[in-house]
C-alpha cells in the first residue's frame, strides 16, 4: 500500500503545479479533462477491470450533472448541501447500474455484446429525452443559468476540488488492485465460469463493478455542471460515451491511471491541433489506431513494458498467514440424488430419465462411453445446464436447476473436465482465490489480510509430497503444463472444503506417476472429511485403484451399479463397453 | 521428411526444449513421451507453426519452415490435432469436417459411428470424449503428410483409442508420417517406430523399433 500513498502524493504534487506553473485558464482547461478522466476512469474499471464494455456511461456523467445544476439553482448553489446532494445523486446513479448489470448479467456466465448494446441505447434514449424536455432540462440549447458552487470560483480554487476527486478515485482504484476484490474481479475476467463454482455470483460481481464505475462517473458529472455553467444533451449522448471509451483505450484501460492520462493527453493534444490543423480530428484518430495497434493495453501498456526492460518488476507482497474463517461448504449434510432427469442440447437429448442415489459418503466411480452423459449429469447437478424435468435432491432439499454460483454453498465442489484454471493469474493468486471461495463474505473482500488465509485442505494439499504447486507461487497458472494443472484446479476445488467433490475425469493427461499421486490425494480428502466423491474416469485401473463402487451411464441413463468386478461381468455392460487400462 | 535441429523454443524468455534434434521419415510413427511440463505440447506448436524457435532449423522435405505462418505449413500438408480446442465448438461435426474438404469419412466413419450419426450436431455440445474423436478424425482426414496428434487419447474410452489405432496404423501405411504425444504408453508402444522421451529441454530416451520396451519408457517418464 505504500506505493499508492506514493503514487497519490505525486499525483497530486503534480496537478497542483499546474495552476502555479500554467495559471488559472490552463488548470480550467485540465480541470475539464481530469473530469473526462475521471469518468474514462470508470469505464476502466468496468472494461479493464470487470471485463464488459459500457458503450452509454455518459448516462451517468450527463444525468448527474443535470441533477447537480438543478440542485444548485433550487439551493443557490450553497456549498454543503450540494456537495451532500452530488454524493447522494452519485449513489442513486450506482444504485441503479448495480440493479442494471445484475439483472442483464443475470443467469449468464458471459459478457458478450448485449451489455455493450444495451448501454448504447440507453445512452441513446437519455439523450433523446434530454434534447427533447426543454421544459425540464433546457432542451438542445442546454441547461444554465444557475450559480456555481458557493465559494468555488470555475477559474479559481474549484480546481483543487477536482484534485481532491481525483487523487481520491485514484487512489481508491489502485487500491482496488491489492484487495480481494480487485483479485475477484481479475478472475472473473480470466474465467468466469470456474469462478461461479467457486460460489460467486458472477452476475453481482459485475454489478458492484459497473455501480462503481457509474459512482466515480456520476461524481465526475455533477462537478462538470459547477466547472462548466451550462449543461448540454451532449453531456449525456453517445459520442461523448464512445469518447469515454476511446480515452480509456489509448490511456490504457487496464491500468487505474491510464483512462486519466488518456483524457488529460487526449484533451490537450486535441486542443493544440485544434487551432493550429484543419484536419486536427483525423490525426487524433490516428494516434488512437497507432496506440491500439502497437498496444493493446495502450499508453499504460508501453510505459510497463519500458519499466519491465528496465528491470523494474512488481514486488510480490508477502502477506502474513493466519486463519481462515469456516467456509459455506463444510457444513452441508444429506446425499446427493438424482430422480428421473432429463436434459437435452438442442435436438439431442442426453440425459434420459437418469436415476442415481449417492451415499452420504464415500467413493463412486462413473465410467460409460464417450458421450454418455457423465460430464453432462454433473453439469445438471451444479447447474450448468438446464434439467428439463426430474429431480435431483440435496438430502431433504430440491436442488433442481439451482445457479451454479449456489452448488458450492450446498456443498459441492465441481472439477471440469478440461483443467479450468485462472490464466493470466499466478498460481499463488489461484490459491488465494481457492482460499477466498465459500469463505469471504461481504467486507472480507476489501480486507487484504484474506490473501493470507490458511484454508486446511489447501494446506494439507499443497504439504503432500509430491505436489509441485508450492514451489510455483509466481508462475502464471495459463502457462502450466496439463497436469499440474489439473493439480492446480484440484485445490481450487476442495479449498471450500466441499462435502462433495465432483471430479471429472481428474487424471487426463497426467503420466502414471502423478495418476498415483492423483489418487492418493482424492482418498486422503475423501478419508479425512467422510465427503462423497465421484470420480468420473476412463482409466480402468485407476477406477480399481480407487477402490470404489462404480456406476456405468449409458445414452444417459444409469446402466449399471456395483462393484467393478460386478460391472464387469454385467452381459449389458460388456455388450456396450469395454473399459481398459493406461 | 520433417527434421529438427539443434532447436530451441519456449515462451519469451523461457525455453522449453533446448537443442532437440530429431528427423522423421515418411510412413514412420514417432512416439513423445515425457512427464507434464516437459515439452510435448510446446514439440506440436512448433511444428505446427504457433511457436517460432528461438534458435535452430525446422525443415520440412528439406525447406525452412521456420517463419512458416501455421496456415501455409497446413497447405504444406502439415495437419495439427491440439490438445485441447481440437475442433471449433461453434459449428456442426459436418462442417467441422467440411473445413477439411472432406464429406466422405470413409473408414473412420465405420469406426466412429457417433461422428456420422452427429452430423448435423454442434461440436460444442458433444462430450469431451466426442470432440476428441473429432478433433482427431479431422486431423487424420486433412489431406497431410505429416499428422501431429497432441494427446489423442486423452478421456477417450478404451474402444475408441483402439479405433484410432487402427486409423494412425492404416495412415502410415498410406506413408502419412506421425508425431503422437502421448501419455497412454500403451497407445505409444503399439503404434510408435521410434520414441523419444523429453525432460529437462532435452532428449533423455531415444528407442526405435525393437528397442522401444514399455519398462524402459515409464522410466523414462518417471524420472
Redesign the interface.
Known amino acids: 500500500m505504500a506505493s499508492i500513498v506514493v503514487v497519490s502524493a505525486a499525483l497530486a504534487a503534480a496537478l497542483l503545479m499546474v495552476p502555479v506553473l500554467g495559471g488559472d485558464f490552463l488548470a480550467w482547461q485540465i480541470g475539464l479533462y481530469l473530469l473526462y478522466g475521471v469518468a474514462a476512469q470508470g469505464v476502466g474499471l468496468a472494461w479493464g477491470r470487470g471485463g464488459f464494455l459500457p458503450l452509454g456511461n455518459a448516462v451517468f456523467f450527463g444525468v448527474a450533472a443535470y441533477a447537480a445544476a438543478m440542485a444548485l439553482r433550487a439551493t443557490g448553489g450553497a456549498l454543503v448541501p450540494n456537495l451532500a446532494a452530488m454524493l447522494v445523486i452519485a449513489l442513486i446513479l450506482a444504485a441503479i447500474a448495480w440493479v442494471l448489470a445484475a439483472i442483464l448479467f443475470h443467469g449468464r456466465s458471459d459478457s458478450g455484446p448485449f451489455f455493450s448494446l444495451t448501454t448504447l441505447a440507453l445512452v441513446l434514449i437519455v439523450a433523446q429525452l434530454a434534447g427533447t424536455t426543454p421544459a425540464i432540462t433546457g432542451g438542445f440549447n442546454g441547461y444554465s443559468g444557475f450559480p456555481p458552487l458557493a465559494g468555488l470560483d470555475p477559474f479559481g480554487n474549484l480546481y483543487y476540488v477536482i484534485v481532491v476527486l481525483v487523487v481520491v478515485v485514484s487512489a481508491a482504484l489502485m487500491a482496488l488492485d491489492r484487495l480481494p476484490a480487485g483479485l475477484v474481479l481479475r478472475a472473473l475476467v480470466a474465467q468466469e465460469s470456474r469462478l461461479q463454482v467457486l460460489g460467486f455470483a458472477t452476475n453481482r460481481v459485475k454489478a458492484w463493478a459497473f455501480a462503481g464505475a457509474a459512482f466515480i462517473t456520476a461524481l465526475a458529472g455533477a462537478l462538470y455542471a459547477s466547472h462548466q455553467g451550462i449543461v448540454t444533451p451532449q453531456a449525456t449522448g453517445f459520442v461523448f460515451s464512445a469518447e469515454l471509451v476511446i480515452w480509456a483505450a489509448v490511456g490504457g484501460r487496464l491500468h487505474p491511471l491510464g483512462p486519466l492520462f488518456g483524457a488529460v493527453a487526449i484533451g490537450l493534444l486535441s486542443a493544440e491541433l485544434r487551432d493550429t490543423l484543419p484536419w486536427w480530428e483525423v490525426v487524433v484518430a490516428l494516434i488512437f489506431l497507432v496506440v491500439v495497434l502497437m498496444a493493446p493495453g495502450g499508453a499504460a501498456e508501453l510505459v510497463a513494458r519500458g519499466a519491465r526492460r528496465l528491470g523494474w518488476r512488481r514486488p510480490i507482497t508477502q502477506h502474513s498467514p493466519g486463519p481462515a474463517p469456516p467456509s459455506r461448504a463444510e457444513s452441508v449434510a444429506g446425499a446427493l440424488q438424482l430422480h428421473d432427469v432429463r436434459l437435452g ?4 437429448q442426453i440425459l434420459r430419465g437418469l436415476n442415481v442415489a449417492c451415499p452420504q459418503s464415500g467413493i463412486l466411480c462413473v465410467i460409460g ?8 449429469m454433473l453439469k445438471a447437478i451444479t447447474g450448468a445446464m438446464r434439467v428439463q424435468s426430474g429431480h435431483i435432491r440435496l438430502g431433504d432439499q430440491d436442488i433442481t436447476n439451482a445457479p451454479p454460483h449456489a452448488a458450492l454453498g450446498n456443498g459441492i465442489g465441481r472439477k471440469f ?2 483443467p479450468t484454471v485462472f490464466a493470466g493469474l499466478s498460481v499463488t493468486e489461484n490459491l488465494q482465490l481457492a482460499a477466498l471461495a465459500g469463505r469471504a463474505r461481504g467486507v472480507d473482500f476489501l480486507k487484504p489480510s484474506a490473501f493470507g488465509w490458511q484454508a486446511e485442505p489447501l494446506v494439507r494439499l499443497l504439504a503432500h509430497p509430491g505436489v509441485p504447486l508450492a514451489g510455483l507461487g509466481t508462475l502464471d497458472a495459463g ?6 494443472r489439473q493439480m492446480l484446479e484440484l485445490a481450487l476445488t476442495v479449498g471450500a472444503a466441499p462435502r462433495i467433490l465432483l471430479l ?2 481428474p487424471t ?7 495418476t498415483v499421486l492423483m489418487v492418493a490425494l482424492i482418498r486422503a480428502y475423501q478419508a479425512r472429511t467422510g465427503a462423497f466423491v465421484l470420480v468420473i474416469e ?1 482409466d ?1 485401473a485407476l477406477v480399481a485403484a480407487l477402490q470404489a463402487r462404480v456406476l456405468v451411464l449409458h445414452q444417459g441413463c444409469a446402466l449399471a451399479e456395483g462393484t467393478l468386478n460386478a460391472v464387469r461381468a454385467d452381459p449389458a455392460v460388456a455388450a456396450v ?6 | 521428411m520433417l527434421s529438427l535441429r539443434d532447436i530451441s523454443v519456449g ?1 519469451g524468455d523461457t525455453l522449453v526444449l533446448r537443442d532437440v534434434s530429431l528427423a522423421l521419415q515418411p510412413g514412420q510413427v514417432l512416439g513423445v513421451i ?5 515439452g510435448k ?1 510446446t514439440l506440436a506448436r512448433l511444428i505446427g507453426g504457433e511457436l517460432r524457435p528461438a534458435t535452430g532449423q525446422i525443415t520440412l522435405e528439406g525447406r525452412d519452415i521456420a517463419a512458416m505462418p501455421p496456415w501455409v505449413r497446413a497447405r504444406a500438408g502439415i495437419a495439427v490435432m491440439p ?2 480446442d481440437m475442433v471449433f465448438d461453434a459449428l456442426t461435426v459436418a462442417e467441422n469436417l467440411a473445413l477439411m474438404g472432406r464429406v466422405d469419412l470413409g473408414e473412420a466413419g465405420e469406426r466412429f459411428p ?1 461422428i456420422t450419426e ?1 452430423l ?3 461440436a460444442g ?6 470432440r ?2 473429432l478433433g482427431f478424425v479431422r486431423a487424420m482426414l486433412a489431406p497431410a503428410r505429416l499428422v501431429v496428434l497432441d ?1 489423442p487419447s ?8 483402439a479405433h484410432m489405432q487402427a486409423l494412425v496404423a492404416a495412415a502410415r501405411v498410406r506413408g502419412v508420417a506421425v508425431v503422437l504425444m502421448e ?4 497407445m505409444v508402444e503399439a503404434l510408435a517406430d521410434v520414441v523419444i522421451g523429453l525432460d529437462s529441454g532435452g532428449i533423455i530416451y531415444h528407442a526405435t523399433g525393437d528397442q522401444i520396451d514399455r519398462a524402459d519408457m ?1 522410466e523414462a ?2 524420472l
Not at chain 1, 462411453?369 to 453432462?376: C, M, S
Not at chain 2, 501419455?183 to 500403451?186: C, F, G, L, R
Open positions: 442440447a438442442g435436438s439431442v462411453p464417450n458421450g454418455a452423459g457423465k460430464t453432462t473436465q478440461i502457462a502450466l503444463p496439463q497436469g499440474h471429472d475425469e487426463a493427461g497426467m503420466s502414471p506417476e502423478e476412463h480402468m463397453y469395454a473399459g481398459g487400462a493406461k | 515462451y515425457g512427464r507434464n511440463g516437459t505440447s490438445q485441447t457417433r452427429r448435423t450436431q454442434l455440445s458433444m462430450s469431451g470424449g466426442e476428441k474423436i494427446e486423452e478421456g477417450v474410452q478404451a474402444e475408441n483409442i501419455q497412454n504408453i500403451a515409464l517418464i518417471s
